[in-house]
């Protein structure tokens, strides 16, 4: 399993957070515990199997793709905060 970098950048984002006791940390929090639910589960995600309850298998695949793309949006929400912190 490699390390994706919505993990990376909100690892880097909670621990500067954390340090300098700034506020929204459940921020980067949230995108971190969302890139690593991604990385555990994207080959499912994209495979065309779906098992025997299809319609579970859709919504379920359905819900981790929209984790996933939390974890990418995360990505710039992270990078905005670290901003936001720094000028504000």
């Not at 299809?54 to 379920?60: D, G, H, P, Y």
């Amino acid at each position: 399993m490699r390390i994706n970098s919505a993990i990376i950048i909100a690892l880097i984002t909670l621990l500067i957070g954390f340090f300098s006791k700034q506020p929204y940390i459940w921020i980067p929090l949230s995108v971190l515990i969302s890139g690593l639910i991604d990385l555990c589960t994207r080959r499912w995600v994209v495979s065309d199997e779906l098992g025997l309850w299809i319609k579970t298998s859709a919504l379920l695949k359905l819900l981790l793709a929209f984790i996933g793309f939390y974890a990418m949006l995360g990505q710039i929400i992270c990078i905005g905060l670290i901003i936001w912190w720094f000028v504000f």
